[in-house]
């Protein structure tokens, strides 16, 4: 049987269980941010760990009856349960306890299946990005010149040696909710002038890059080896040449499927094999001076982008790359 570890809210989820349900595979889909509100038991004993769990869609499961898995991605949960403490600090603190106990619950299943993930894998769902840009590095792909620094001085002297540069988070962007209003932390531009003039100030750790002047971007979906590329013309728009997460849906940017040289194929493979991962979205620029430069990696990022507009039918790939390697027969 095939496992599928996500969240409610995952549509790419949706469209690889229409494959799977058009190749009349047997399949299960578990809502990892519902986990709480299921009958859940993990029996961990002198004889082969296993774990039942009732999900109210489908019955009971037992993990000695799951032989190949993805593990799509996980999401927060809700608990209603604080909203009994009226103690602001209490409920802050019960909810913490509760989350870390649910966490932990998590990846006691997924230690059980451990050796069954067939597209992506749980404890390497999280990359350290400047970790990626190391690798990237060791794996023979360019990538920007990049400082992570709390130095005044040290940020300032960067961005007069590398002349335009931008910013980005270290990790990933955190959303913030304010007042109802959303602010994310998009890569932006930045000079030297958008510092202080005081060297003595430090700050909480930034990350500056070099900007590379593009001929576009890239998209790449990874997948077991294979690769499947995509151009995006974000340069062509103000709103997104810079970050074209920031989307102008009145006007898209432009995008084609196109084929990376075999070089650069084979250092992406050699790449996420020493990343420890079997799939995952690869984000780069084609700059304009023909180099192609590595910017960062995310193992369970959405491909549906990749997938629709370059007709590659990535979700019926990963439900046959399911179908292939789970043991029983339909």
């Given at each position: 049987m095939i496992l599928i570890i996500t969240n409610n809210l995952d549509w790419s989820t949706n469209e690889v269980i229409d494959w799977l349900g058009h190749f009349n595979a047997k399949f299960v889909r578990l809502n990892i941010d519902e986990l709480h509100l299921m009958e859940c038991n993990i029996y961990l004993n002198e004889k082969k760990p296993y774990f039942e769990i009732e999900i109210p869609t489908f019955g009971k499961i037992n993990s000695n009856e799951i032989n190949s898995v993805w593990f799509r991605r996980s999401a927060d949960i809700d608990l209603k349960v604080i909203e009994i403490f009226k103690n602001e600090q209490l409920r802050r603190n019960v909810g913490k306890y509760l989350f870390t106990e649910i966490k932990y619950l998590r990846e006691a299943i997924y230690a059980i299946l451990k050796d069954k993930f067939?597209?992506?894998?749980?404890?390497?769902?999280?990359?350290?990005?400047?970790?990626?840009?190391?690798?990237?590095?060791?794996?023979?792909?360019?990538?920007?010149?990049?400082?992570?620094?709390?130095?005044?001085?040290?940020?300032?002297?960067?961005?007069?040696?590398?002349?335009?540069?931008?910013?980005?988070?270290?990790?990933?962007?955190?959303?913030?909710?304010?007042?109802?209003?959303?602010?994310?932390?998009?890569?932006?531009?930045?000079?030297?002038?958008?510092?202080?003039?005081?060297?003595?100030?430090?700050?909480?750790?930034?990350?500056?890059?070099?900007?590379?002047?593009?001929?576009?971007?890239?998209?790449?979906?990874?997948?077991?080896?294979?690769?499947?590329?995509?151009?995006?013309?974000?340069?062509?728009?103000?709103?997104?040449?810079?970050?074209?997460?920031?989307?102008?849906?009145?006007?898209?940017?432009?995008?084609?499927?196109?084929?990376?040289?075999?070089?650069?194929?084979?250092?992406?493979?050699?790449?996420?094999?020493?990343?420890?991962?079997?799939?995952?979205?690869?984000?780069?620029?084609?700059?304009?001076?023909?180099?192609?430069?590595f910017l960062e990696v995310n193992p369970v990022g959405q491909f549906g982008m990749v997938s629709h507009p370059c007709n590659y039918n990535l979700e019926m790939l990963i439900a046959k790359k399911l179908i292939e390697n789970d043991k029983k027969k339909y």
């Open positions: 067939v597209v992506n894998n749980p404890f390497n769902s999280k990359v350290d990005k400047a970790m990626a840009l190391i690798t990237a590095n060791n794996c023979g792909l360019k990538i920007p010149n990049t400082i992570l620094s709390n130095s005044n001085n040290s940020l300032k002297k960067f961005m007069i040696e590398n002349k335009t540069c931008i910013t980005k988070p270290i990790h990933n962007m955190e959303r913030l909710v304010i007042n109802n209003n959303t602010f994310l932390q998009y890569t932006s531009k930045i000079k030297p002038s958008n510092l202080r003039n005081d060297s003595n100030i430090n700050y909480y750790p930034l990350k500056i890059q070099k900007e590379i002047e593009k001929t576009y971007e890239i998209r790449v979906f990874y997948l077991h080896k294979e690769l499947y590329s995509m151009a995006i013309f974000s340069q062509n728009d103000k709103q997104t040449e810079t970050d074209f997460r920031q989307y102008n849906y009145k006007n898209p940017n432009r995008t084609v499927p196109i084929k990376l040289d075999k070089k650069t194929e084979k250092k992406i493979v050699n790449f996420m094999q020493s990343m420890a991962l079997n799939c995952g979205s690869l984000d780069f620029i084609k700059s304009k001076d023909g180099f192609v430069y």
